[in-house]
């Protein structure tokens, strides 16, 4: 069963998640195995994210090479709020 992962992070600002996404694209992390769908979602000069993964081992694998870049960032990592999906309507 896929997994929603919401998180929100400290001192995530729109200019910090655009340098994120370069370090992912640069690492080879841009479009990673498992997720199938990302969204940026931005409140206040605040980046939070929702992602869905196929699986907890896809996400943790992910974890890997987000996390340091994150960290480089100065982003104060937030824990997420993970629930299986129960539905998904598209349109």
């Known amino acids: 069963m896929a997994q929603g992962i919401y998180f929100v992070h400290e001192g995530f600002t729109p200019e910090k998640y655009d340098e994120a996404i370069s370090r992912l ?12 769908s990302h969204f940026a979602l931005e409140s206040d000069g605040a980046i939070q994210v929702f992602d869905v993964w196929d699986s907890q081992e896809d996400f943790d694998a992910f974890g890997e090479t987000l996390v340091p870049i994150l960290s480089d960032l100065g982003v104060t990592l937030g ?3 993970v ?3 129960y539905n998904s309507i598209s349109g």
Do not use: L, T
């Open 79 to 81: 824990a997420p709020m």
């Open 83 to 85: 629930a299986e999906v």
């Open 25 to 36: 694209e640069a690492a080879g992390a841009g479009s990673p195995k498992g997720r199938s």
